[in-house]
């Protein structure tokens, strides 16, 4: 058994898996140039012609949202904190039923390409369009940072790149293929990759799942007690506290964390987004189920990559690897198969990287094409060619800040990071869109409080956050915030995750906005939106207007 080594040259064999790296990327864009040359107007762009069926949309849901934070990050979570790593899973796939009653069908019997659709049903376009395509942008910003920095570690562990300035690079070089992606292919492209990954990455997990409890004699309660022995931590890594549940705060921190995570999924643009891919709400319903089942399917296997790294690769040599808590399941493929299942192993997350990546990208760049440009700059005077103009250019500015943040963020644990965008989500979007459907007296200045005020609070706590400064390990002595300089601290606000602060304060502010405006919204407009997002009666003229 080839031994797993702490340095990121020791690592299988760097040539081969840039081999590995390359063909994968060349099927993928031949693909994508394939499915390119029938994106001829803007629905096409953004949502992929409402071609895909049901059980199709579901897969490339599942590819969109098990991505670096669900393969690297809630494995290397797990491998290091055990019981609460696996938290992490738990809340993502249980914010899979808030989505499913709360939104999938009636986004998609109200909505046309974006968020924003819904929001400014009944609303003043302007300012409300404006706000959702701000909050899309500051979401899939957060969301992005994981997945860059999720891309960084991985290769540099897999190429053998040392240094700052080697990482740097690696993420770069990742920034410009997700922008050349979104460029070329739009959302057609962007969802056969995301089906193509989705599969590639629950059968590689299937794999080293069944490799692992074979290690075990089939026995998962054996694997976990070997994972304890192995662990430092002990019999502590199968009981909840080992990071959460020590002191006070960590236990709010654990309850932020729960909210955010099982509330944020119903209000992240690019989720929402896949749901208009689809021709109608029966298939959109369908997708969510689709996805429930594959998403659930690859959480439990988490839970033995997780435990299977402790035991073979060790918390330790996972913790000195590059990208540390991120390598977990890249180790353990090199521990359980050597270099040509690494390879292999580690194209399946890049491959789920560039998918995430191009999803979110599109997602970002169509809001402010469609809302901010489309329809609040040219008060909807405009061609579909200029708007998809328009969304393509953004997407190259965004590419461009999603690289400088993921060089700032490359050692962070992905699952955390993304946990913050579901936290800005959940604080943002998801009481807007609440409203939206539910509350026939929610006006123009409700949305805008809540979507400004949920956004402001969860952004401004996670600046002043340890997240960013003042996290130092206790042992080590080494800085843990994004800020590695321990002599910088500015944190005031004690918890990693504000969503049991911002969630509530976003649902707050958009009840006092509503109840304090003199604004009454039209009861038609509402009759209207109520019957179509609950029957779907008429929805067809809301996709084709």
Do not use: C
């Amino acid at each position: 058994m080839p031994a797993a080594a702490t340095a990121s040259g020791d690592i299988g064999s760097p040539a081969l898996n840039i081999t590995i790296f390359i063909v994968f990327v060349v099927i993928t864009l031949a693909i994508v140039l394939r499915a390119s040359r029938n994106n001829r107007t803007a629905a096409d762009y953004y949502a992929g012609g409402r071609a895909f069926t049901g059980r199709q949309n579901g897969i490339a849901i599942a590819g969109d949202y098990l991505s670096a934070a669900s393969f690297l990050g809630i494995a290397g979570a797990i491998a290091t904190v055990g019981y609460d790593g696996f938290m992490y899973s738990i809340g993502f796939l249980v914010a899979w039923l808030v989505a499913l009653l709360l939104v999938a069908e009636l986004l998609r019997n109200t909505g046309r390409f974006t968020m924003a659709d819904v929001l400014s049903f009944r609303l003043r376009q302007g300012p409300v369009r404006t706000a959702a395509a701000i909050s899309t942008l500051a979401v899939s910003f957060f969301y992005l940072l994981a997945q860059m920095a999720g891309a960084g570690g991985l290769v540099n562990l897999l190429l053998g790149v040392d240094g700052s300035a080697g990482q740097n690079l690696t993420i770069a070089v990742v920034g410009i293929l997700m922008i050349v992606y979104v460029l070329v292919g739009g959302m057609k492209g962007t969802t056969w990759v995301q089906i193509i990954k989705a599969v590639l990455l629950i059968i590689g997990a299937a794999l080293m799942t069944v490799w692992v409890l074979g290690k075990a004699g089939l026995n998962f309660s054996a694997l976990l007690g070997d994972a304890a022995a192995a662990s430092p931590a002990g019999t502590a890594l199968l009981e909840p506290g080992l990071r959460y549940g020590l002191t006070d705060t960590t236990k709010l921190d654990f309850i932020s964390l729960g909210l955010a995570l099982v509330l944020g999924t119903a209000g992240l643009p690019h989720v929402l987004m896949r749901f208009y891919t689809v021709p109608n709400a029966k298939e959109a319903r369908r997708s969510v189920v689709w996805a429930i089942w594959l998403i659930g399917i690859f959480y439990l296997f988490t839970l033995v990559l997780g435990f299977g790294a402790a035991w073979l690769v060790g918390p330790e040599k996972i913790m000195a690897a590059p990208g540390k808590a991120n390598s977990a399941a890249p180790l353990l493929a090199f521990e359980l198969g050597g270099t040509l299942l690494l390879g292999v192993i580690a194209a399946v997350a890049f491959a789920t990287i560039l998918a995430v990546v191009a999803g979110l990208t599109i997602t970002a760049s169509a809001s402010f094409a469609h809302d901010i440009y489309a329809n609040v700059i040219k008060k909807g005077a405009v061609r579909a060619d200029d708007e998809v103009r328009v969304a393509r250019i953004t997407a190259v500015v965004i590419g461009a800040v999603a690289i400088v943040g993921g060089i700032f963020a490359k050692d962070q644990n992905v699952a955390f990071l993304v946990a913050l965008a579901f936290a800005v989500a959940a604080s943002a979007n998801l009481p807007t869109i609440l409203y939206s459907l539910f509350w026939k007296r929610f006006n123009t200045r409700g949305a805008l409080w809540s979507i400004y005020g949920g956004l402001t609070s969860a952004i401004v706590l996670i600046i002043f956050s340890p997240v960013v400064s003042g996290k130092i390990d206790a042992k080590t002595g080494a800085s843990l915030s994004m800020i590695t300089d321990t002599g910088i601290d500015f944190h005031w606000f004690p918890l990693d995750n504000p969503g049991i602060v911002s969630i509530p304060i976003g649902f707050l502010l958009g009840y006092l906005g509503t109840i304090t405006s003199k604004e009454v919204g039209s009861a038609e407009k509402y009759a209207e939106m109520e019957v179509r997002s609950l029957t779907g009666a008429g929805a067809e003229k809301a996709v084709e207007h």
